[in-house]
């Protein structure tokens, strides 16, 4: 349900990145013909030209210069990215971008960044991942947010350079009737393609108003844009936020309430395996007439295990607020779970193997919801991982 923004004013490291990194060489040697391709965009006031390569970045936050003045000013690179909560049932969720924003809190003018598909050295690449030919339009970022789980995330805005200072942002997302790029999920069982809509905010505020078939996620939380503070990421949680409304012809919607910004420098993570035995032995103990769905609750605080309650809802009991899907590990010798972007603080984990019978909604009719196994009382602290296994 996870947008790096990168501290890249280290002189010293920047020097090892171009000289040992033939990547970024040849990402630099590159540069003006990638600048000739770039659709045009509103130079800010400050005359600060944003790249979508790395180098090119990189040179203009270091010297960070007006063009007419010899007034230095101060600029962070900054990558914005998508991670994912999960959910069950279906095989994808696209959600198409089209721009984001970055709104200055100081009365400057909007930061305003089309979202494009590129490869990993920033040029414009078709459905398949073949370059552009010259004088195409490039086309909008697609993601499948269940490709981005834990710790994963896909890159919206890559280092580009933006003034440090206090911001608010909107991301444009398209609705399941655009018609060229629509959003839309995958029926696991059909195959069905579904459209999608994102329920955003109407208008993003300063001006920079909405775009026809899609919605606006307007992050109304001030957050601060600096050397230091400078990794975000937006984090769907699709198992609250993801509604099926097909059965009233109204396709899939995804709950603003449901999305997140997240400062990364701040957070910790938690992760762990779930041993076969006991992924085994969880559907074994524990009767389902829907079928089984494995994943990992987290909870606020220290919380028993017989006081976890579903995402439903339970009088007396403690609500998860996230959860995280149970997968086999790279060996495939037992699973693994993540949640990738905690804050820190205290936090209980419970492992179910009935998370497909519950949502906010309720519980699933004829089938009962409970943790199979806990651990309470960790500790998540920045930059951190803690390890709770099952």
Known sequence: ????????????????????????????????????????????????????????????????????????????????????????????????????????????SPQIFEVYKTDEEGNYVDENGDPIPDGEDPLPLSVNLLNYQGSDVQELVEDEVI???????????????????????????????????????????QGVGKEPNSGVL??????????????????????????????????YSIQRTSVTLINTVTTGEIQGDVATQTYADCEIDTSSANDYAHAVYLYEGSVAKEDMGPFAGEDGKATPIAAANVVPDIEQVNYEYEFGFVEPGTYSVGYTCTANDDSEEGIVAGETFSIYQATSGLTVSAGADTDANF
């Open 1 to 108: 349900m996870t947008t790096l923004l990168r501290n890249v004013f280290n002189l010293q490291y920047l020097n090892y990145l171009v000289f040992k990194s033939p990547r970024l060489l040849a990402k630099i040697s590159s540069f003006s013909t990638t600048f000739n391709r770039l659709p045009t965009k509103k130079v800010t006031p400050m005359n600060t030209i944003k790249f979508s390569l790395v180098g090119a970045a990189v040179v203009v936050a270091l010297f960070g210069c007006n063009s007419d003045s010899n007034t230095i000013t101060t600029t962070t690179p900054v990558t914005l990215s998508v991670s994912d909560a999960p959910i069950d049932d279906v095989s994808e969720v696209v959600i198409t971008y089209s721009k984001v924003a970055f709104l200055p809190l100081d009365g400057g």
């Open 163 to 205: 003034p440090s200072g206090n911001y608010k942002l909107c991301v444009f997302a398209n609705d399941g009737d655009h018609p060229d790029y629509p959003s839309y999920v995958i029926d696991e069982a059909t195959g069905n393609q579904i459209p999608l809509t994102v329920k955003g905010d109407g208008a993003c505020p």
């Open 218 to 251: 307007f992050f109304n939380n001030t957050f601060a844009v600096n050397p230091d503070n400078n990794e975000f990421v937006v984090e769907f949680d699709l198992r609250r936020g993801l509604k099926d409304g097909t059965g009233q012809n109204e396709g």
